[in-house]
């Protein structure tokens, strides 16, 4: 079956520097693999994906996201934190092998700091 | 709008009774799944609706659980003799076709607490 792993709980960065938030999965077929943001008292927000092709996969508000196959991680990344990044992040992965549903990781809480 | 709609917002009913959450889905989308998330965690799979069909039920917790989609648009989580453990969030999300890469889209789901 197929898993996702958030080590981090909390991560915190100050505005103006690049963030990093991880993200490791286990699937026994082809691996898709999403992020989504969480606002408070809101749902889940699509961010990007990867599904084939090149690794860096670029999506909304000036995020990204790197997949490497060899170390099963597809951590996101953004180059400056804005205080209003502040959020819940969730990793999320579909196997092909194992049906259409998406299974979420924990969740990481990012703070940025003025 | 155009997004996924989901009704009531908060739900705060007493133990043992019957509710019902409501899912409208993005217009076109026909794959329709339910999750509930709990305070602190990630979202956890349900159920998953190809059209009318539930095509995995796999999360549903036990029988008291039940979602129908009779039209193949808006679906319903129907929750019978409601217990305190089941006060969480409940999400809904709609996809465009079968296709594993296809993204959800997530409503701003129902809380749901049981007093």
């Known amino acids: 079956a197929q898993s996702v792993a958030q080590p981090e709980d909390q991560v915190n960065v100050a505005e103006g520097n690049p963030l990093t938030v991880k993200c490791t999965y286990s699937v026994s077929g082809n691996p898709y693999l999403f992020w989504y943001v969480q606002y408070p008292n809101r749902g889940l927000q699509f961010l990007l994906k990867y599904i084939t092709g090149d690794n860096l996969v670029k999506g909304s508000y000036g995020f990204e996201a790197e997949f490497n196959k060899s170390q099963t991680s597809f951590h996101l990344k953004k180059p400056s934190a804005l205080v209003s990044d502040s959020a819940l992040y969730f990793c999320?992965?579909?196997?092909?092998?194992?049906?259409?549903?998406?299974?979420f990781g924990p969740g990481t809480r990012l703070s940025v700091l003025p | 709008g155009a997004g996924v709609s989901q009704t009531p917002s908060n739900k705060v009913t007493e133990k043992g009774k019957y509710v019902e959450l409501r899912c409208d889905p993005i217009?076109?989308?026909?794959?329709l799944y339910w999750y509930r998330q709990s305070l602190g965690q990630g979202p956890e799979f349900l159920i998953y609706?190809?059209?009318?069909?539930?095509?995995?039920d796999s999360g549903l917790p036990n029988d008291r659980f039940f979602a129908v989609r009779p039209e193949g648009s808006v679906s319903t989580l129907k929750i019978q003799r409601t217990e305190r453990g089941d006060s969480a969030v409940y999400l809904c999300?709609?996809?465009?076709?079968?296709?594993?890469?296809?993204?959800?889209?997530f409503g701003q789901g129902t809380r749901l607490t049981v007093v």
């Open positions: 999300a709609s996809s465009l076709g079968t296709g594993t890469g296809n993204e959800a889209f």
């Open positions: 609706f190809q059209g009318t069909g539930a095509a995995d």
């Open positions: 217009s076109g989308h026909t794959a």
């Open positions: 999320a992965v579909r196997d092909d092998n194992y049906g259409q549903n998406f299974v």
